[in-house]
């Protein structure tokens, strides 16, 4: 079984006393195996916050939620900036799905504890550790948006055609493509 990272839409941050909150209402968004895509981080990093867990019974909180519009949002205004041949169906996909699939008035919930721990750390500090990450994710998007510019092509990229698996790869690796509302786990599957 590949650890996975999942993103739901919810209209409500998983609180505290999780009988307050009803798992029928979440949405599942994408789910990405042994990663914690940057797609994934800059949908949730609208005013996030830990929560709990809707999915892992630990007492800590090991998710992040984040308000939706202002995610869709942020994730157009990188795309956007992202100068690549395999950028245009990629990003339309991604924000028809958001758009039809979660609530702008609602939130993201990044469940990453399978991803977590797979770490030596405990599962609360690294989630701490993610949300600063988040929190401060501006110099990772530039970076990003920096390697995906257009680069001179040598003598073998000029001469050979690349595959558009190998052209939409880097993109890929973002997050983008993965979007499906069936994932492998669910939080109305949580026992």
């Known amino acids: 079984m590949a650890n996975r990272s999942y ?38 990093s609208a005013d996030v916050r830990l929560c709990r867990s809707m999915i892992w019974n630990v007492p800590e909180p090991t998710a992040l939620a984040g308000r939706a519009g202002a995610g869709i949002d942020r994730l157009q205004q990188f795309l956007a900036r992202i100068d690549h041949p395999a950028v245009a169906p990629l ?19 990044l469940e990453c504890a399978e991803i977590l721990d797979m770490g030596d750390a405990p599962l609360g500090e690294q989630a701490a550790d993610l949300l600063k990450d988040v929190q401060n994710i501006d110099a990772e998007i530039e970076a990003t948006v920096a390697e995906l510019a257009p680069k001179k092509k040598n003598f073998w990229q000029r001469v050979l055609t690349p595959s558009q698996e190998s052209i939409e790869a880097p993109l890929r690796e973002l997050g983008l493509g993965y979007w499906s509302d069936t994932l492998y786990y669910a939080p109305d599957q949580a026992t």
């Open 7 to 44: 993103l739901f839409a919810s209209p409500f941050v998983p609180g505290a006393d999780p009988e307050k909150d009803d798992p029928r209402q979440v949405k599942g968004i994408s789910e990405r195996s042994y990663a914690i895509p940057l797609v994934y981080r800059l949908l949730v």
């Open 91 to 109: 990003c339309k996909q991604a924000l028809d799905f958001l758009n039809n699939h979660a609530d702008r008035n609602g939130y993201f919930v």
